[in-house]
């Protein structure tokens, strides 16, 4: 059971805008930013959203981050099908613990 | 670039020991906080331990707290995760990570190594 919670699956078509969700509590999400993941199998993790909403460079900008209360959100818009893999939040917990999603595997029909 | 290599990782029977290293090159690595998370087969990413620049200050998870300690050699630019007592649940890969400059959470991370628990 994770900290904080992600729906398992998420799925679009080609050009299409999908939204991922990440909630948490006021230890952790309500206090402290939030950090988004893109996993491939056999990869290392790449950090897609760092500080909310921030991107690191060469992150196109079709992957958009947004914080509300102690749930965010990961946007992705016009889906491609590089685009499927496993997606992750993360943040800060007050109990002096990182802490991560359950991870949200993303089909792009 | 940064470059985070991790080394180490093998099959070792319940009970047992292990030390992983993590070389990292490419940033100042004495001025970042560094971190290990893990991947259980099948499992999502969890995070396993964090350490502060200049190593005084370290965080476990529950899951590993009294078992596992981390560790950095500023001088070698290398981390350690030390793993002692070790159990079939602690079977993953295990990543090594830079973390951001506002929180000990990953930014960067290496490309992981096996650690297998089993008789």
């Known amino acids: 059971q994770s900290v904080l919670t992600q729906p398992p699956s998420a799925s679009g078509t080609p050009g299409q805008r999908v939204t991922i969700s990440c909630s948490g509590s006021?230890?952790?999400?309500?206090?402290?930013?939030v950090y988004w993941y893109q996993h491939l199998p056999g990869t290392a993790p790449k950090l897609l959203i760092y500080m909310n909403n921030q991107r690191p460079s060469g992150v196109p900008d079709r992957f958009s981050g947004s914080k509300s209360g102690t749930s965010a959100s990961l946007a992705i818009s016009g889906l491609r099908s590089e685009d499927e893999a496993d997606y992750y939040c993360a943040t800060w917990d007050d109990s002096l613990s990182g802490v991560f999603g359950g991870g949200t595997k993303l089909t792009v029909l | 670039e940064v470059q985070l290599l991790e080394s180490g990782g093998v099959l070792v029977q319940p009970g047992g020991s292990l030390r992983l290293s993590c070389a990292a090159s490419?940033?100042?690595?004495?001025?970042?906080?560094m971190s290990w998370v893990r991947q259980a087969p099948g499992k999502g990413l969890e995070w396993v331990s964090g350490?502060?620049?200049?190593?005084?200050?370290?965080y476990y998870a529950d899951s590993v707290k009294g078992r596992f300690t981390i560790s950095r050699d500023n001088s070698k630019n290398t981390l350690y995760l030390q793993m002692n007592s070790l159990r079939a649940e602690d079977t993953a890969v295990y990543y090594c990570?830079?973390?951001?400059?506002?929180?000990?959470?990953?930014?960067?991370w290496g490309q992981g190594t096996l650690v297998t628990v089993s008789s």
């Open positions: 006021s230890s952790n999400i309500g206090l402290n930013y």
């Open positions: 490419g940033f100042t690595f004495s001025s970042y906080a």
């Open positions: 350490i502060s620049t200049g190593g005084s200050t370290t």
């Open positions: 990570a830079k973390d951001a400059t506002s929180a000990m959470i990953p930014h960067s």
